[in-house]
């Protein structure tokens, strides 16, 4: 963290900062998942010392600078960077109109902010601000809550078994997986591009699918149409059987 606050924000506000042209691939992407990032964590105020007062969301209806914009900011005279505790206390506002922005849009502005604010929010000196993650049912954040949180869910697939099971091996499964899906970019490319007819590829996956998930018309893989492929079985073949040496 001392890092990031030396080298990558600089004495820049993480919430507003642009993102930079030049970088790493992994602080751009970081970046650049703020704005969701911030719907998923909730600033609980205790004293209101470590909560940013624009910048987090803390309130009901989500960050202050979200909705308000930054021209509220200037009115007050206020930052970014101003916290809770700074700008309230006890309920009541630690700063004002500015003498120059008290036109009649300012103070319109003015007042659908503090609209904004419960009447009954109240800081409390003894206790220390905390971070609420909203996904987890424990408020802890988690590789996997923060990941099913922002994936896209699709429907669930009658072959999942078939791919994704405890003792299948990871490599294998993925290529199945991306075969079922015709997403191979070798044999697959070349017969969209019309540079191949050949089909005779993965004969075991097509018995597969012969023999477990044949009614299923998510699986219209080329090789799953071979005539031959439903009566290969591995069990009860030979070596011999299945491949032709003469013909390699």
């Known amino acids: 963290m001392i890092w990031i606050h030396t080298y990558l924000l600089n004495g820049k506000n993480f919430c507003t900062m642009q993102v930079p042209s030049e970088g790493s691939w992994v602080w751009k992407k970081i970046l650049r998942l703020r704005v969701a990032a911030t719907n998923l964590i909730k600033h609980k ?4 010392n470590s909560t940013s007062f624009w910048m987090d969301n803390w309130l009901p209806c989500g960050p202050l600078f979200v909705i308000s914009g930054p021209l509220i900011i200037q009115d007050l005279n206020s930052s970014t960077s101003a916290s809770v505790s700074e700008t309230l206390s006890r309920q009541s506002w630690n700063c004002f109109l500015s003498s120059r922005r008290q036109t009649p849009t300012a103070m319109k502005r003015y007042m659908d902010l503090k609209r904004l604010i419960p009447p009954d929010i109240a800081l409390n000196s003894q206790v220390h601000d905390s971070i609420v ?16 949180s ?3 869910k699709g429907p669930v697939v009658n072959w ?49 699918r012969a023999k477990t998930i044949s009614s299923s018309p998510a ?30």
């Open 160 to 208: 999942h078994h078939v791919v994704w099971s405890p003792k299948s091996i990871p490599k294998c499964s993925f290529i199945l997986w991306i075969c079922i899906l015709k997403r191979l970019p070798t044999r697959d490319k070349l017969q969209r591009w019309g540079l191949t007819n050949s089909l005779n590829v993965f004969p075991a996956l097509a018995a597969l």
């Open 45 to 48: 105020i205790g004293n209101g």
């Open 150 to 152: 922002l994936r896209y």
């Open 219 to 248: 699986l219209s893989h080329p090789a799953y149409g071979l005539r031959y492929s439903p009566l290969v079985s591995w069990k009860e073949l030979p070596w011999t059987g299945i491949l032709s040496f003469k013909k390699l």
């Open 133 to 148: 993650w909203l996904p987890s049912s424990f408020g802890v954040h988690s590789a996997k809550s923060a990941w099913d």
